[in-house]
């Protein structure tokens, strides 16, 4: 079922009639009263839309644009340019093990943060930075209050399709906090903190084909999937952040790892054979602040709070970022940061990628967030 929020309701309400959001907002209180509080606020503006004939749900599934995305659409057309891409994740649940990833895509209207499960995973390393795509297919979830457009396996996304044209997009933004305020609710929070320790990377074995991780049996490794492999390798990192407020373990995967150290793939996998050159490495990290973008979790072993990193930002002006924090503040709260970010280039993707989904969400749960 559609989910139309009371101010989606009001909107369309402003839309097609004369009335004021004034007007609007004392006919529904007229609404409330007359049935005793009996009634929601969403409710009372349902009915009062009803009175004016007006439709609600007679809303196109067709090139939609991002604001009339709403919880409960299905087999939705949605369009938009990449503005953040975020790393894929494996993890094993009841179900057995996956694959989870993510990017957020922006229209003249908002942003909203598309969710890639399993083999849909496939479709983000082809992704950069202000590329246009197009969803067909999609379906709409709420993930911690916030929409999200999910596929499933009939769903399709194409790159710079030529009968799209996107105007100039609002820009991507995070919530700026204080490490002391995160919450396990944080899903898209930016960190401005001090690396005060650095732990040692771990390396752990992935398939080459699908890059899930790939397990020593007797005198080879296996891949669920695609059996015997000689494996590839994928890495995390750790380290603990200080903003004066609170020390945050945070994890780094692959490539914000890679952005954290400034070091290709083939460098930070020289530290695999080499752990002791990684000690100088160590040192130039301390005392250096970055900024973060991530999601926050429970570590339900040590019961605290962490940070996974899904962007880093390695050069930054402490002073310019606490200046522009200091300006987000407003009665005492802080307003979401714009954001202004570029991703490395990626190959150049096809014009159609189909892309299929299963379509349960699972807890992830991976290997940096019970160790060190």
């Known amino acids: 079922m559609i989910n139309l929020p009371y101010e989606k309701i009001v909107e369309k309400i402003k839309e097609n009639s004369s009335l004021s959001e004034e007007e609007i907002s004392t006919r529904i209180d007229q609404k409330l009263k007359q049935l005793s509080g009996l009634i929601s606020k969403e409710g009372a503006a349902h009915i009062l839309a009803n009175e004016l004939g007006i439709k609600l749900f007679e809303l196109s599934k067709k090139n939609l644009k991002i604001k009339d995305v709403l919880e ?96 100039e997009v609002k820009s991507f933004s995070a919530a700026r906090k204080k490490l002391v305020e995160l919450t396990e609710e944080d899903s898209n929070v930016e960190v401005l903190a001090t690396i005060v320790q650095v732990f040692d990377p771990r390396f752990f074995e992935v398939c080459p084909e699908c890059r899930k991780r790939a397990r020593p049996r007797e005198d080879a490794y296996f891949c669920e999937e695609h059996g015997k492999v000689s494996p590839n390798y994928s890495y995390v990192m750790n380290v603990l952040l200080d903003d004066g407020t609170e020390t945050t373990r945070t994890t780094f995967f692959s490539s914000q790892m890679e952005r954290l150290l400034n070091k290709t793939k083939e460098q930070v996998l020289l530290f695999r054979e080499n752990a002791e050159a990684f000690e100088d490495l160590k040192l130039e990290l301390l005392g250096k602040t970055i900024k973060v973008i991530g999601k926050v979790r429970r570590n339900e072993m040590f019961d605290r709070l962490e940070l996974n990193a899904n962007l880093v930002f390695p050069n930054v002006d402490p002073a310019e970022e606490i200046k522009k924090f200091s300006a987000l503040k407003v009665d005492g709260k802080t307003e979401p940061a714009q954001l202004n970010t570029q991703s490395k280039p990626a190959e150049k993707p096809p014009e159609s990628v189909e892309v299929k989904q299963q379509a349960d969400e699972e807890e992830i749960k991976d290997i940096a967030f019970n160790k060190n």
Request: charged share 25%; with cysteine.
């Open 72 to 167: 409960g659409m299905r087999d939705i057309e949605l369009a938009g340019k990449v503005q953040q891409i975020y790393d894929v994740r494996e993890f094993n649940s009841e179900r057995g093990p996956g694959k989870v990833g993510s990017f957020v895509i922006a229209d003249e209207t908002g942003s909203i943060r598309i969710t890639c499960w399993h083999s849909q995973t496939e479709t983000i390393p082809k992704l950069v930075t202000d590329l246009t795509i197009k969803i067909i297919g999609g379906y709409v979830r709420a993930n911690n209050g916030k929409t999200e457009v999910h596929l499933n396996d009939k769903s399709k996304v194409l790159f710079n399709p030529k009968d799209v044209t996107i105007g």
